[in-house]
């Protein structure tokens, strides 16, 4: 599965930036997630001897969604509905379920509108313009400055721009840093926060064969929802929104994706990929089986435990199997002997133009760099629970809002405020039992980090053991009701201070470290940019210009054919169908993850076997890309991406269409789904009108 | 579940030897682990009022056996019947298996000799004498040698008293080291070889509850087996056997318990506990986490995958369970201020009196120590895969060959050839999908712990990644068959150097790194005996005599007293009983662990209700004691210890009977299942007989 969300889970309020990172500026075959104002339109004319008018593009990228908590999606009628992927869906369903009504079980199916269920704390973007405003960041950045204060200076740049473009439009308005640092535009994005739950599969559907399955292929996933916005509490009325081709997929065609990939790394230094390789993934991975065993046991306690911890637990287990097969392709010696080859050939090229060697010195600076990574791999005092982090999101929004708006810390800014607080205030359930758990492992894992006579730490666990502690802080917060919440924020720095909420208390006992890891971070990205702007002016004089942006959770356009591939000496066929999901699950008979759900055992004999539920095809694709349309030339629906084949888990530092495929769900498998197995006709032919 | 194969898993060669340890000598409460020769009369005598008489003793000892592969056992009767834990069985279930035969799942019931089945390759010992011999020891070693020659010369004189010894009376004979250094005792066994299985219950039944109930109480597992050894090719004629109670238990009942228990870290200085708590712990975790992923992963696959994974699975899961526990134990700031409350008042005494002085830098060299621990910690060269295992020892027992007997690596001397030929040429099945991908773990582990850049790692891997690797290592050798390992054992030295065989070759390139690294742990080793030699002295000086050794996984005595204990504000009562287990399932309807088998749901109007299931008492166990018999006054059997509670997991590092507690099943409760639930009752006539 690849959304965002999940691996993101673990990239919170570390070192490693995403914006650090720069365009692979030679693409090959089918590579790329262009910006949708630099299209590579050259190239699609050349290689597949396509056009698209700007109307096509205007119409794709208005009619394209991002959901705010890690994923993509389309509008795909005029009265409202996004199609997503259930798995980007997931964490509202499991926020929407309560013991009695378990829609990650049992799935969900409104049949009018007053049954629409409103997600308690979704933000779905629809970008609505790019403006360049390079020249007026780089403008207010003191040339001879301190990495620090360069750090400060373009942080208080970006909040002026930020908050003058929301003032004048209204529109949600982020400066994205792309190519690394080399250019920054502001995304101006109309924002929905009502969004309601139309239609869920259950999830022994949308994730059949489970773990086991997930990342391979053939697969016979319906990973689908259907949710819709309103407006005014009112179905929104949609200029943009997709059509739905009825026809079936042929192979060698041509398709189009349109998503949110949230983070590459394509064009790191070899220095940077083997802090990846020997440093960073492995403590990752250390963390991801940590949490994923901690899960497990929670939800061995018992039926109502395995619910609370499931979404959770899913998240953590894709992007174990992510990382894992990142790693591996990591320690797959030819892999960085394929990166080191070019970068040679780069550095020998610089040395041979004088004016250019002041850039050499930019790969030296990368390969520090990663000393100090390594230093402030595992540094932090942010406990991940989700009680702790409210917390200390509230300690920190109401000290920066006595600041200057330009001073503040990202994210807390005016510009940022609304998505914040709609966060923040969430109504979704907060369930004690689990808070415990977590922030007990939580609590054990900073002592085996700073040691248990860290000063900090023992003024955070007084005297007690992590499990002790833990149920401290969670008996001893109000946090869990959101009206708590809102009087501290409303109550302001005054009330934050005087308050004897447990975990309040324990947010300012971490605030002074918080911040000062924080800065050191923030430091350490600064001059990471600066020196991936020095690397992409040397590769783009070398290699010549025309490219990508390491990919940055933004709208991009991808490309690429319907296409099988050779694994193990046999062809993969490009398509599935549903009679191959009737044959998977008997294959697997006795395993849990391969049980189809009882509305498709029932309803097989109204389904067509023959129609194709899942495709593979060429598109440069990555988690965040997770419930992004698939369109045919004519910009009509054909697929919704949910997954990448095992081989295409490298794809975050280098592209190949070898063997690498993104995995979507078919359009007309998910019509036949709706028609003859959920009983949702109306639905059906109310999509694409 | 207490087996110490499962607890000991990891700690094969590292740098933890469990006989680095000393002494508590002030036992509290039921405390203590007594060498049978030098049982604490006067104690049993003061405070439970009890004379153990020799013969009561000697009887004891000679009807306890250990299982060599970590466990304990004892003689039920006078044709060889022997009791221990299913979990401690299970392994021998596990070899026994086939995808048609799955022992594990449905049990077992040989209802004539000639159906028992053959263990591949268990090996009992009963232990016949013990003959104190640190004299002969010291007297070997140079006061002024090093300690790398004095490493040498302990373990060279040891290997002669061994040779000796076995020469001398054809049993097996080994010098165990105790109080950290401050004894060396010869103890000698009756070795049995010929194990046969003849009963042994679900593991549904056994280990009723699963990973969730694990370490908890109260508990309704049936965790027993047994087996019986024969001697040429006949059941054994047993003068020492346990007869059998055939009474409930009583609260406040004095039990005594004679097993083997693996290892205790009682007397650690709170350096070494430190070392334990932020290092040694946290790192071994991450692995078991690790480890208990990859089975996890690999038993997704399919119903055999699982069934081929299952038992190491189950054995990562109990020392992932365990270790956590222990970790949460000295996590507790109030673990180590007990602990060094007691070392600052022994360090007081020691400055007050001068012909102690000298001592007193010997807790200044165990905290030197545990930086080098730390240093070495995680640095192996030893792939944890059962073909990789066999060739390194294949490798090292040729080349080993070629030395005098004394100067060769400890468990390569003739006095332990039998029982390495026994594990080495065992025909347990060998699954060549399970060693790929354990073996492409592994390998992926030491480019993490050595950097991919190292030399031995790129030597090692060919230019290959992980997997692909891996693939060519376990196509290439010939190792899963049983007369490969022979002909190359036969063929010695000479046969290896010649060998193309994969997973030789990869022994062989490892092997002098494998040596560097022994040899530096040994060194090591040496320098703490003698450290926690001089700690004992004064130890011994200050606070008086009269204690026990920490645990060698040899024979050892305890007491304890039948009792509940409280816990969150309510009294554990000390016995289950076959209703609550009725009820347990009943309980937790829906979980697959808490399902009992077919056999206990259709025989349960047969099954007397009331009869006691499981029992606690205060007797101080540890990993290694699963399987022990527990015995009353008259030495009479009433019990099978199986686990401790969750409260008992601190019990590595300290004693207390506040409400740790040791779980058994009890014996008139394996009577009643064997009559009622396994129509086992001439099984059930014979023992004690």
Redesign the interface.
């Known amino acids: 599965m690849r959304a965002f969300r999940f691996l993101s889970l673990i990239m919170f309020h570390t070192v490693f930036a995403f914006s650090s990172s720069l365009s692979p500026l030679v693409a090959s075959g089918d590579e790329g997630m262009y910006l949708f104002n630099d299209l590579p339109t050259q190239q699609l004319k050349a290689d597949h001897d396509f056009e698209p008018s700007e109307d096509w593009a205007d119409h794709l990228r208005l009619s394209s969604v991002r959901f705010n908590s890690g994923g993509s999606g389309s509008f795909i009628s005029s009265d409202g509905l996004v199609l997503t992927n259930h798995h980007v869906a997931s964490d509202t369903l499991h926020k929407l379920s309560t013991p009695e009504r378990n829609l990650i079980d049992d799935g969900f199916l409104a049949t009018s509108t007053d049954q629409e269920l409103k997600a308690p704390d979704l933000e779905l973007n629809q970008l609505v313009s790019i403006e360049d405003v390079t020249k007026q960041v780089n403008d207010a950045v003191d040339s001879d400055a301190s990495a620090e204060d360069a750090a400060e200076q373009r942080r208080a740049v970006i909040a002026r721009i930020e908050k003058a473009s929301k003032d004048e439009t209204g529109l949600r308005s982020d400066v994205v840093t792309l190519f690394g640092g080399g250019k920054y535009h502001l995304y101006r994005y109309k924002k929905y926060t009502d969004v309601r739950l139309v239609w869920a599969p259950e999830t022994a559907a949308a994730f059949f064969g489970?773990?086991?399955d997930n990342f391979e292929y053939p697969r016979y996933n319906l990973d689908a929802t259907i949710m819709r916005v309103y407006e005014d509490g009112k179905p929104a009325k949609l200029d943009h929104f997709l059509k739905w081709s009825r026809d079936e997929l042929t192979e060698g065609e041509l398709v189009f994706v349109s998503g949110n990939p949230g983070r590459t790394q394509r064009i790191f230094t070899v220095a940077a990929l083997?802090f990846l390789?020997?440093d960073r993934m492995?403590y990752v991975?250390?963390y991801l089986?940590?949490k994923?065993?901690l899960m497990q046991?929670f939800g061995?306690?018992?039926?109502e435990q395995e619910r609370r911890a499931r979404d959770e637990l899913f998240g953590i287990q894709n992007s174990?199997k992510a990382y894992t097969g990142m790693?591996?392709?990591l320690?797959?010696?030819?892999t960085?002997a394929t990166k080191r080859g070019r970068e040679d050939r780069l550095l020998q090229a610089i040395s041979e133009d004088e004016s250019m060697q002041a850039l050499a010195s930019a790969w030296e600076d990368i390969e520090r760099i990663q000393a100090e990574n390594r230093e402030m791999l595992g540094k932090t005092v942010s406990l991940r629970s989700t009680l702790f982090e409210i917390a200390m999101q509230i300690v920190l929004l109401t000290a920066e809002d006595a600041k200057p708006d330009e001073e503040r810390l990202k994210g807390y800014t005016d510009s940022a405020r609304e998505s914040l607080l709609q966060r923040l205030l969430s109504p979704a359930p907060v369930y004690a039992d689990l808070e415990q758990v977590k922030l007990a492992d939580e609590l054990?894992r900073q002592?085996?980090s700073r040691?248990?006579e860290d000063a900090l730490i023992?003024e955070i666990?007084r005297?007690?053991?992590?499990?002790?502690r833990a149920a401290e802080l969670v008996t001893g917060t109000q946090l869990a009701d959101v009206a708590a919440r809102q009087a501290l924020i409303d109550g302001g720095l005054a009330a934050v201070l005087a308050s004897d909420d447990a975990m309040i208390e324990l947010a300012r006992t971490v605030e002074s470290e918080y911040r000062r890891l924080r800065k050191r971070n923030e430091e350490i990205e600064e001059r990471e940019r600066q020196a991936y702007a020095k690397i992409t002016q040397a590769t783009t004089a070398i290699e010549g210009t025309g490219g990508y942006p390491d990919a940055t959770f933004t709208l991009r356009l991808a490309f690429g054919t319907v296409k099988g591939y050779q694994e193990g000496g046999q062809y993969v066929e490009p398509f599935t169908n549903f009679a191959g999901a009737y044959q998977h699950g008997m294959d697997?008979a006795?395993?849990k993850?391969f049980d189809l759900p009882k509305s498709w055992m029932e309803n097989k004999a109204a389904v067509d076997l023959d129609t194709q539920l899942n495709f593979v095809c060429t598109a440069d694709i990555i988690g965040g890309n997770s419930g992004s349309p698939v369109v045919n030339r004519d910009g009509e629906l054909v697929g919704l991406i949910f997954d990448g084949n095992i081989q295409s888990l490298t794809s975050d530092y280098v592209y190949s269409d070898e063997q690498g495929r993104a995995v979507s769900v078919s359009g007309v498998g998910i019509l036949e789904a709706l028609r003859s197995i959920y009983g949702a006709g109306d639905l059906a032919d109310s999509i694409g009108k």
Request: hydrophobic fraction near 25%.
């Open positions: 489970g773990d086991a083997k390789r020997d492995p991975l250390d089986r940590r994923e065993i046991q061995l306690e018992g039926g174990r790693l591996a392709g320690q797959n010696p030819k960085i054990s002592i085996e040691g248990a023992v666990l005297g007690r053991g992590p499990r002790e697997h006795g395993q993850d």
